[in-house]
């Protein structure tokens, strides 16, 4: 059983920048791949971002390509999420997530944290 739990959000200005965490519990962290995604009022969830269980491989969305960069760090069970250069369009819940299987499909993932709240101000 792994339970998430993410922080780092809040009010940013266009441009500015925010790291999130994820904090794992359980053992089974290192072994899974990770991913962020998010949920703007009104819209569906999207994937934002991807690391395999190693951290060797990372995969984004088009969106926050070039802007966003995801890490992990498995002796802390923590996952990471470098969001710069931020648009208001990025404001959103944003959900880290267990996934059994590397990408943006979401029928694998395993576990959910409970979101935190991002907000860019034009």
């Known amino acids: 059983q792994v339970q998430l739990v993410e922080s780092g959000g809040g009010l940013v200005q266009a441009g500015g920048s925010l790291r999130l965490s994820c904090a794992a519990s359980g053992r089974a962290f290192s072994s899974y791949n990770m991913d962020w995604f998010r949920q703007a009022p009104g819209k569906e969830r999207e994937f934002v971002a991807a690391?395999?269980?190693?951290?060797?491989?990372?995969h984004f969305a088009d969106s926050v390509k070039g802007r966003f960069a995801i890490s992990r760090d498995n002796a802390k069970n923590t996952l990471y999420l470098q969001m710069n250069s931020l648009k208001p369009e990025d404001t959103a819940v944003y959900y880290c997530?267990?996934?059994?299987?590397?990408?943006?499909?979401?029928?694998?993932?395993?576990?959910w944290g409970q979101g935190t709240q991002v907000t860019v101000s034009s």
């Open positions: 690391i395999t269980a190693t951290g060797s491989i990372t």
């Open positions: 997530a267990a996934d059994r299987r590397f990408g943006e499909d979401t029928q694998e993932i395993d576990h």
